[in-house]
């Protein structure tokens, strides 16, 4: 069985990868239109927070509190550290912590309560608004997402069945003939048995209008903050998340024996974009986030602001998370949507895909646009 995934960002390596270990597979072919690992996917960023709590939604919540374990899983397999269990904190109204405690609680996942007053004493470098208590998971973690993509992809192309395909730009995928089609911008062409689009933001160009539709386009800018206390003052930081009169901020800490700065960003500088283009952050959003950080931070110093960057990520259109779809007679399935959870969630989402692309059960991941995907019965079906 030959199996070609699009897209060399951390659901494409991981589908590659899981697809490269069944049973059956004779040949994997993993293709980017730049270098493998893509310097421009979603995914490729410095720190990415591994947490288990979505406020009031058990099944999500459930789901989650096994990431961390699917990322340590990756570590051992891949022989590389990356994964660091540094916590997340989730700030919110002192009157909702026990509900969401007993929600982590159910799920399995290690936790406690914090009062105002915890706050204040812990992180005494942040300020809370009046009323505001916590939930602090212990097992929640920051990945080196940078670190892990290259480790993933130096695994991944020791392995004697698969093949790494960079610089190669797909412009379309089809069915025809009992076998699936890419198509490169140089003209040439590339056939499998089954097709996985897993392009990020790129892959609204490469599935069907009924799939594209449905998929709103992102941008979200961020600052990476390296103060001149660090990391004295902020050791033992976990993340934070839910920061600030709106709820809406976080923080990534620095992590320790690594030189990725803190990373702080809003709900508020993320907006809705018609296109891709630059990475460079406008300077209306980097003030923006100045602004929101200025008040969060006692001792904020916007010349610690050593850096600024924009990304892009995909959300379905309704519910705001991925969205998974098989066409072209069942040849083809695509990850057509890569932001908010899917880094989290990458190791189990990868391992469902896989398992559909090679013809073996799914295994669930407790999320129902990845468990339960759209099923088109032809390109053009709208």
């Not at 080196?144 to 093949?163: C, E, K, M």
């Not at 391992?351 to 129902?368: E, F, K, M, N």
């Amino acid at each position: 069985m030959r199996i070609t995934v699009v897209g060399g960002g951390v659901i494409g390596l991981l589908t590659a990868i899981e697809c490269a270990r069944a049973a059956g597979v004779d040949r994997v072919d993993l293709v980017d239109a730049g270098p493998i690992p893509s310097p421009t996917a979603t995914s490729n960023d410095r720190l990415r927070v591994v947490r288990a709590l979505h406020r009031g939604e058990p099944a999500l919540t459930m789901a989650a509190a096994q990431a961390h374990v699917g990322w340590m899983d990756i570590e051992r397999l891949v022989g590389s550290r990356f994964y660091h269990p540094a916590g997340a904190l989730t700030v919110m109204p002192e009157q909702d912590v026990g509900a969401e405690l007993a929600l982590l609680t159910a799920a399995g996942a290690k936790a406690s309560a914090l009062s105002p007053a915890d706050l204040a004493n812990r992180y005494p470098w942040l300020r809370f608004p009046a009323g505001t208590g916590g939930v602090l998971e212990a097992t929640a973690g920051v990945v080196l997402s940078d670190h892990a993509l290259v480790a993933l992809a130096r695994w991944l192309g020791s392995l004697p069945r698969v093949r790494l395909h960079p610089h190669q730009r797909v412009v379309d995928v089809s069915q025809n003939d009992g076998a699936a089609t890419i198509r490169f911008a140089d003209g040439g062409f590339h056939t499998a048995d089954q097709v996985v689009v897993a392009a990020g933001p790129w892959s609204r160009e490469l599935v069907p209008a009924a799939i594209a539709s449905d998929l709103t386009l992102y941008r979200q800018s961020v600052l990476s903050y390296q103060p001149p206390a660090w990391p004295r003052d902020w050791a033992g930081m976990p993340a934070a998340l839910g920061l600030g009169p709106a709820r809406d901020a976080w923080l990534m800490p620095p992590v320790p024996r690594s030189d990725a700065p803190m990373r702080l960003s809003a709900a508020s500088a993320c907006r809705p974009v018609t296109e891709l283009s630059d990475r460079v952050t406008p300077n209306r959003w980097r003030e923006h986030l100045v602004g929101v950080f200025a008040e969060l931070l006692p001792a904020f110093d916007p010349a610690a602001v050593v850096d600024s960057t924009d990304g892009y990520y995909l959300a379905e259109r309704t519910r705001g998370g991925p969205l998974l779809a098989t066409y072209g007679a069942g040849r083809v399935l695509a990850y057509a949507a890569c932001g908010g959870m899917s880094f989290k969630f990458a190791p189990q989402i990868a391992r469902t895909i896989a398992d559909r692309a090679v013809g073996t059960p799914p295994r669930p991941t407790g999320l129902d646009s990845i468990d339960r995907p759209r099923l088109l019965a032809a390109v053009g079906e709208e």
